[in-house]
């Protein structure tokens, strides 16, 4: 096993999370990030502090899968525009 097997290892089964960003509910330019956080408060919290202005709602869309996160080549802690 390799240290990138170790640390799929380390994150396996832990979800993510699918945040939006936007000014107001319906707003046609919002942006969705996909968190590799599971937590939902804390995910909103990273993206809040990250890349959300002070006048952004942010809220959690739902859970978004393992597997995904492992694609996306993300690890605990990462985001990326969705």
Known sequence: MNARDDALESQAGHDGRLIRVSRYRGDPQMVAYIVAVANPAEA??????????????????????????????????DFIRA
Do not use: C, Y
Not at 65 to 70: E, H, I, R, T, V
């Open 44 to 77: 909103i919290d990273l993206i809040r502090s990250k890349v959300a202005t002070l006048e952004d709602e942010v809220e959690d869309l739902g859970r978004v899968s393992n597997a995904l996160l492992n694609a996306l080549n993300l690890r605990s802690g």
